[in-house]
């Protein structure tokens, strides 16, 4: 009997963690949707708006993301911020590549690394917090040009929703 006990407890705590635990293939699922998506589509609604972005992103960056492009001539976001990049052709999406996810400062952090021009690959290192009781993206930085958008720096957003302001007068 307590070998049954203990193998139903052993079940029940796989059961529970599993969710948790699979944050390379969610992150996967992620990159694979949202390349599709950014490859397909010149789609200017608010990413909060879409649930696909409300399921794999944090809130507090969906809603940075939103407030930063709904500025006038931002230089915040050079780029898309889950891919560093302008544009993306169809036919990168099979080179996507993740690494495992490792714990870091009570969430969670991976390697992606994306397929580009020239059959070259670009590596992007992704944070991940738990939200809702899932993993959820929060930060994206490009670690083949060692550089992070700033789209947590509340100087930089200041600065430019007074700029924003100044080109609406």
């Not at 070998?3 to 705590?13: G, H, Q, T, V």
């Not at 940075?64 to 050079?78: N, P, T």
């Not at 992606?112 to 992704?126: A, D, K, P």
Request: negative net charge; contains cysteine.
């Amino acid at each position: 009997m307590m070998r049954i006990m203990m193998l139903a407890l052993a079940f029940m705590l796989a059961a529970c963690s599993s969710g948790k635990n699979d944050v390379q293939s969610r992150v996967a699922a992620f990159y694979q949707q949202h390349l599709s998506h950014i490859s397909a589509s010149d789609n200017d609604k608010p990413r909060s708006e879409e649930s696909f972005y409300r399921n794999y992103v944090s809130a507090e960056t969906l809603s940075r993301l939103d407030k930063i492009s709904a500025l006038h001539e931002q230089e915040i976001l050079s780029a898309d911020y889950f891919s560093y990049t302008q544009d993306y052709a169809p036919e990168w999406i099979s080179r996507l590549k993740t690494g495992a996810a490792t714990d870091f400062m009570g969430g969670k952090v991976m390697d992606v690394w994306l397929g580009i021009e020239n059959n070259q690959r670009m590596q992007l290192r992704v944070y991940l917090r738990l939200e809702d009781n899932v993993w959820k993206i929060y930060r994206v930085r490009d670690i083949t040009d060692n550089y992070e958008q700033p789209i947590f720096n509340n100087a930089a957003i200041k600065r430019a929703e007074a700029w924003s302001a100044h080109l609406n007068d």
